[in-house]
């Protein structure tokens, strides 16, 4: 009760830490009980907690005892699982070496626990209080998405992507991927983590390739020229009226060489990761017309223009401030907690 | 629903410089208390101490005044047994003075001392002894003097001597 009495008094900090290949960008909001009193954000140029970084943290949350650092988990072994049952999920994924969440009661995300505790350590300096998974970010991103009719939801940062296919709320597969590892590699992680990063991409990659040849069940389509009449079929006229919500998102800008190579990149993983969810039977495969892309990094046009031409699939990009959305996320664990 | 992997830190209003202040609040308001308590518990002891003082203040009034009652007794005793002592000093020198005013040949059997009169009884040998040695000096002292006499077996006078002072007759001498 005194507690709460002293709670009430103090403003609350929330102090998210977003990385975006080798900058550490820092998000600070500071919040009174009802309202946002005031955003800053500031970009620094390392992966480490510097002296640079301690002092600007410190800097805000030195006036209140209630502060809260949250990151989103970058561990390479995370993922989500289509199911709560304890007896189910190790036919997904082995968890004997992870730490994993139900979420729910529909599915369950999970991540490596090596990897959860060296980004403990590698933060310890500033502490954190929040951990989050990229699919519990993008679900609750998308929360006015992911219970319509079967989508592929994806969160685009400098170097991964999370994706994930929900269908009326319920989760069908998910995917956390690494793009473009060659400049990921500045970031300061354990021998191990490195190698299971190269191990991950290497393994995806093969596989994946592998099972784009079984992409010719897409012929069952027929004829590509049919498509053309794509928006006189009911679903995709609705679809219509979604596109004009994001319309202002679809501003996308024009891609130089290095984006362009990098939405391939993602472009290639995306493909390849839909084929895999299309060939394991582990999975309840559906076909996935559209897809939603919560874009932290700016995306360019040739991603949208890719998946379009090269998977027919209606894209939405929305532009997603991580930052604040970590915020969220701590405000409504905060509430959780209470 | 929980969506963090972590559970966060311990988060307590009471940091240091918090707690620096409530230590400092709750010391300075401790001396406060106990200041006040102690001035409350002396406010208490001189009320006390009044009341009783004012108690003892009535009684000492109230034996000052019984004292001087007591006294005012006492002086009235004293000055009653002064007057009876003067007045026994006065009667033993008057019983001195009778019985030196009684001749060596009367006899005195019996004397009645009254508050304002004297009555002897005795034997003389013959009236005119009783009359010129005693009667005389008798009537030079009280106002009134009754003689009776009666005879005695060996031929004397037994004598009865009654002798008054008149209330008027002192009065109008003082």
């Known amino acids: 009760m005194l507690g709460k009495f002293f709670e009430s008094l103090y403003n609350k900090v929330f102090v998210n830490i977003v990385i975006q290949g080798s900058i550490t960008s820092i998000y600070m909001q500071e919040c ?289 401030d991580l930052g604040e959305e970590l915020a969220k996320l701590s405000k409504l664990e905060l509430l959780n907690e209470a | 629903m929980k969506h963090s992997y972590i559970t966060p830190r311990h988060k307590s209003a009471l940091t240091q410089d918090v707690q620096l202040l409530l230590s400092f609040f709750t010391i300075t308001i401790l001396m406060l208390f106990s200041t006040y308590t102690f001035l409350i518990y002396k406010n208490y002891v001189f009320t006390s101490e009044k009341e009783t003082v004012i108690i003892e203040k009535n009684q000492l009034k109230v034996s000052l005044s019984s004292m001087k009652s007591k006294i005012e007794y006492i002086e009235k005793q004293k000055m009653l047994s002064e007057g009876i002592y003067t007045k026994n000093i006065v009667l033993k020198d008057s019983m001195v003075n009778l019985f030196d005013l009684v001749p060596t040949r009367i006899t005195l059997s019996e004397a009645k001392l009254q508050e304002k009169g004297l009555i002897l009884y005795g034997i003389t040998p013959n009236k005119d002894v009783y009359n010129f040695m005693l009667q005389a000096p008798l009537r030079s002292i009280f106002h009134r003097t009754y003689s009776s006499f009666y005879p005695a077996k060996n031929g004397w006078l037994h004598f009865v001597s009654t002798n008054y002072i008149d209330e008027e007759d002192i009065a109008s001498e003082h």
């Not at chain 1, 354990?190 to 040849?213: F, K, R």
């Not at chain 1, 939405?263 to 060939?279: A, K, P, V, W």
């Not at chain 1, 874009?295 to 360019?300: A, K, L, P, T």
Request: glycine share 4%.
């Open chain 1, 32 to 320: 009174s009980k009802k309202d946002v009193l005031r955003t800053v954000q500031q970009d620094f140029n390392t992966l480490t907690v510097n002296e640079e970084i301690l002092s600007f943290v410190s800097s805000y949350i030195k006036e209140t005892p209630f502060y809260y650092v949250a990151i989103l988990d970058m561990s390479t072994e995370q993922g989500a699982v289509p199911t709560c049952d304890k007896n189910r999920v190790s036919f997904f994924h082995n968890m004997t070496s992870s730490e994993y969440k139900c979420k729910d009661e529909k599915w369950t995300y999970y991540t490596g626990k090596v990897e959860l505790y060296g980004i403990e350590k590698n933060y310890k300096e500033v502490g954190l209080d929040f951990i989050f998974s990229p699919f519990t970010l993008v679900s609750n991103f998308f929360k006015d998405k992911i219970n319509s009719d079967v989508a592929l939801y994806i969160l685009a940062e400098e170097n991964t992507l999370s994706l994930c296919i929900f269908e009326h709320s319920e989760l069908l597969f998910a995917k956390y991927l690494i793009v473009n590892t060659v400049d990921a590699g500045t970031y300061d992680m354990s021998d191990a983590s490195l190698e299971l990063i190269n191990e991950g991409v290497n393994l995806d990659e093969v596989n994946a390739l592998e099972e784009m040849e079984d992409l010719d069940d897409l012929d069952d389509f027929g004829d590509i020229e049919d498509l053309d009449g794509i928006e006189e079929i009911d679903e995709f006229s609705q679809i219509n009226e979604n596109e004009e919500e994001f319309h202002e998102e679809a501003m996308l800008p024009e891609g130089n060489d290095e984006n362009f190579t990098r939405d391939y990149d993602r472009f290639t993983q995306i493909q390849e990761t839909l084929g895999s969810f299309y060939n394991d039977k582990k999975y309840d495969s559906q076909f996935v017309q559209s897809v939603y892309i919560a874009d932290s990094v700016g995306v360019s046009s040739e991603l949208k223009k890719f998946l379009e031409e090269e998977m027919f699939l209606s894209v939405y990009i929305r532009h997603i």
